[in-house]
């Protein structure tokens, strides 16, 4: 079935520093891809998505592009904040199927001032 | 316009108990869909509802229910409960099928 590995955490980088969060995916069909963002104590955020491959997502200085040679989809950000530090979870969902999201384990982000 | 809205916020219960859970979805939206997620995990698909009907169901046992009300509301109710029902609960509502979903703030339960 479907299913999301991504790097285990925590991460932890100074403030400014570059960030990469390595997710790869397997998928019969042709899912779409997502990047969730979870601050301490709240619910998930869509921080941004792609539905085909090479589709780039972006938002706040965050990048991901859907890589389906290598079926990956890895979170990038080229200055990251203190205000970063959140837990980041890569997701796909096949909607020619049905609405379900499958989620990674997520990745715990600390940044240091 | 309010987002998703999940009640109660936090909720403790014992093992053997039953609990309900609410979720109001966003204005407008028709389909809402559960998930829970264990401490360190990430969230898995229990059900989703759309318009009043269960359209999808994840890999959890048959003490789990939900159902979905005339104004798009949705209760989650788990019969028995064990300690490893311990989890954030996430509701999550789409205007339409296969559209993008929103997340609420979650249910924290506790079972002791």
């Known amino acids: 079935g479907n299913s999301v590995t991504q790097m285990e955490g925590p991460v932890t980088l100074s403030e400014e520093a570059f960030l990469t969060i390595n997710c790869t995916y397997t998928a019969t069909g042709y899912p779409s891809l997502f990047w969730y963002v979870q601050y301490p104590g709240e619910g998930l955020q869509l921080l941004l998505k792609a539905t085909k491959a090479d589709d780039k997502g972006s938002n706040k200085g965050f990048e991901a592009t859907y890589r389906k040679e290598t079926t990956s989809f890895h979170l990038e950000k080229g200055s990251v904040q203190v205000s970063d530090s959140a837990v980041y979870f890569c997701a796909l969902s096949d909607q020619n199927r049905d609405d379900k999201i499958i989620f990674g384990k997520g990745t715990r982000l600390h940044i240091l001032p | 316009d309010a987002g998703v809205t999940q009640s109660p916020t936090h909720l403790i219960k014992t093992r053997g108990q039953q609990v309900t859970l609410r979720c109001s979805p966003i204005?407008?939206?028709?389909?809402v869909s559960w998930y829970q997620q264990v401490l360190g995990q990430g969230p898995q698909f229990i059900f989703q509802y759309y318009e009043k009907e269960e359209r999808g169901r994840g890999n959890f046992p048959d003490r789990f229910s939900a159902r979905q009300f005339p104004n798009y509301s949705s209760e989650l109710n788990v019969n028995a409960l064990l300690l490893g029902d311990s989890a954030l609960y996430l509701c999550?509502?789409?205007?339409?099928?296969?559209?993008?979903?929103?997340f609420g703030p979650g249910t924290r339960l506790t079972v002791t």
């Open positions: 999550a509502s789409s205007l339409e099928l296969r559209r993008e979903q929103y």
């Open positions: 204005s407008g939206h028709k389909s």
